[in-house]
């Protein structure tokens, strides 16, 4: 499983209908909530559905 945390913008494999890719991780637990940075809608998902969905993890922190 691959380590997320918050602030992280993830690029999924499957970008948002408005076009954008990135989502920014706003909040952790069974279901992460993602905002679109494109259209700044949000969207629960469950980590299993997640993590298949993941491109890349860009962590702002490193
Ligand atoms: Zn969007």
Redesign the pocket.
């Known amino acids: 499983m691959r380590k997320i945390n918050l602030g992280d913008i993830l690029v999924l494999k499957k970008g ?3 076009g ?1 890719n990135k989502w920014e991780v706003t909040r952790i637990g069974a279901d992460v909530k993602l905002k ?1 940075l ?2 700044d ?1 949000i969207v629960m998902i469950d980590r299993p559905t997640l993590n298949k969905r993941i491109k890349k993890v860009i962590n702002l922190d490193d």
Do not use: F, K
């Open positions: 948002h209908p408005c954008e679109c494109g259209c809608r």
